[in-house]
């Protein structure tokens, strides 16, 4: 059973930064894609940022310039390095992974940006 299991999150100013961190219990080279989501109240969740074990990335429209994801295969981590951070980023963050065509799921971290 692969786990995911995040950390980084916390409160935040507005245009403070922070970094996520996202372990896998297995190597990230076996992952076909890895990417960070986030949902807040009364809204669904949605993709922030997602790397491919190529190295490939993408980034929803709304991060773009902001955030950057990475991955440390020798650490079997991804990161999310996010700045200038808005009240509107406020979320519960969920580290996920793509292994074949199964979605695996972290618990999720609380990021919270003050105004």
Do not use: H
């Amino acid at each position: 059973q692969v786990q995911l299991v995040e950390s980084g999150g916390g409160l935040v100013q507005t245009g403070g930064s922070l970094r996520l961190s996202c372990v896998a219990s297995i190597s990230t080279w076996q992952l076909n894609r890895m990417g960070w989501y986030r949902q807040s109240p009364g809204k669904q969740r949605e993709l922030v940022a997602a790397i491919t074990s190529g190295g490939n990335t993408n980034y929803a429209d709304f991060v773009k310039g902001r955030f950057t994801i990475s991955r440390a295969n020798a650490k079997n981590t991804v990161y999310l390095q996010m700045n200038s951070l808005k009240p509107e980023d406020t979320a519960v963050y969920y580290c996920n992974a793509l292994i074949l065509t199964t979605n695996i799921w972290g618990q999720g971290t609380q990021v919270t940006v003050s105004s």
